[in-house]
């Protein structure tokens, strides 16, 4: 209710509406899955990758913050990895 007192006190009111009218009747491909590969899969792929390397360098390191460190450095390449794999994907794509 706010937001409509808002926008009807604002001089851009129509440019905002008409703009909006164009993006939903938009007939361009939609962007969702790339959006989910570039942003949250690696957030994803990071935490686990955290999570699995925590246990298993429990039982290997005995130093708590060298085991921290290392599951937080691998994890962080696996991230890395996982982004460098994705981009050549999509060069690889482009080219064909």
Known sequence: MAKQKFCQNCSQENR??????????????SIVLKVIVAFLLPIVVFIGALAILQKILENAVTSRPLQTALSFLLALSAAFGLILITKAIRQSRKRQ
């Open 16 to 29: 905002c509406r008409e703009l909006y009218r164009r993006l939903g009747d938009s007939k361009s491909p």
